[in-house]
């Protein structure tokens, strides 16, 4: 899929599981979100969102358009290009019995942030016994387009997921777009929200009230028999879309979406692979020491008895991510990468 700035939407596909969304609402990604950060700053006072550009007319890709008219330039504010520290006043506030949703544009970004992410937020917690907590949501937005080259567009979950202390939640869908983000400012630890560009083309149905899902807690998206899908993110739509290609030739594999990736739910990953023998996992980031890594050495270390095949990994090549846009097609991965790589694994 190419990203594009335009406003037409795709439905999401049909699930194995709907959410039990049956006659709810369709919205967009962007306004699932925009919805929890407008319920949580409702219900309770303690919600404020800052970011570069929470307060623009375009409102963070469209998830926090208008919420400064609504709840006031002290609730929804912009900050300045100091991320180090602006984190550190996010933190204090987390600190202090405020819960702060830190938006950010760019996951690149919070690397100007790493000192106050890892060493304080992460870890206050654990150096004080459990008897201070930093209830903190940060937010930033992964995936290429628009020629955004090296600097403005890495993947950096699995530099996020090595970190103890940290959550690290990545929705694939509009459902659990507003669902993880009220479980995550609900959460007394701080938590990482990395969303996809590629998520913002997308709507499907969201239920109206105040829902929340589950942090570490994955969920089957497709059901099969022959291989299992480990899919992250906007990958997840891919691999439904691949599995059901697949299926014309007689494959019929297993989507598995983690929702979570630290917490991990490993049990859902390897029943499924119990199940089915085979595994590939698919993520939009680097393959060495990342998402792909993790999770194969996961199920290699306790469910090596399963195996009928190698594991097979989907990740982006090793290099910085290309302005060019042939170039940035080619180092992406997608539906067809999924597809070959089921078809080979089944062969």
């Not at 929702?259 to 993520?283: F, H, M, Q, W, Y």
Request: proline fraction near 5%; charge should be neutral; charged fraction near 20%.
């Amino acid at each position: 899929m190419t990203w594009s700035k335009t406003k037409q939407k795709i439905i999401e596909p049909a699930f194995s599981n709907n959410e039990g969304a049956e006659g709810k609402r369709i919205l967009c990604y962007d306004e699932a979100i925009r919805e929890a950060l407008q319920l949580a700053l409702s219900r309770d006072k303690r919600v404020f969102v800052m970011g570069q550009g929470v307060d623009d007319p375009d409102g963070m890709f469209g998830a926090t358009r208008n919420l400064h008219l609504e709840f006031g330039p002290e609730r929804v504010f912009d900050t300045p290009l100091a991320e180090g520290a602006m984190m550190g006043v996010a933190i204090g506030a987390a600190l202090a019995g405020m819960r702060p949703v830190y938006f950010h544009n760019r996951p690149d970004f919070l690397l100007l942030a790493m000192d106050q992410l890892v060493n304080h937020a992460a870890k206050w917690s654990y150096m004080f016994g459990g008897a201070a907590f930093v209830p903190l949501v940060v937010w930033a937005c992964i995936g290429r387009g628009w020629g955004s080259a090296a600097q403005h567009s890495q993947a950096l979950q699995g530099l996020f997921m090595h970190i103890p202390g940290l959550k690290l939640v990545m929705p694939g869908t509009c459902h659990d777009a507003k669902g993880l983000m009220l479980a995550a400012i609900a959460d007394q630890n701080p938590v990482l929200i990395l969303d996809h560009r590629f998520n913002f083309n997308y709507k499907g149905m969201v239920p109206p009230e105040a829902y929340t899902v589950p942090i570490g807690k994955g969920v089957i998206r497709r059901k099969g028999r022959d291989v299992t899908i480990v899919a992250v993110s906007h990958l997840v739509i891919d691999a439904c879309h691949a599995a059901q290609e697949a299926a014309a030739y007689g494959v019929e594999a297993e989507v598995i979406d983690p929702r979570t990736l630290r917490p991990l739910d490993e049990e859902i990953i390897l029943n499924s692979v119990a199940k089915t023998g085979r595994l590939i996992i698919a993520d939009c980031g680097w393959k060495t020491g990342g998402i792909t890594a993790e999770i194969g050495a996961m199920v290699a270390e306790k469910g090596f008895t399963y195996l009928k095949a190698p594991i097979k990994r989907i990740a982006c090549p090793d290099l910085p991510t290309p302005a060019a846009c042939n170039l940035d097609e080619a180092c992406s991965i997608g539906r067809d990468n999924i597809k070959k790589a089921l078809l080979e694994l089944t062969r």
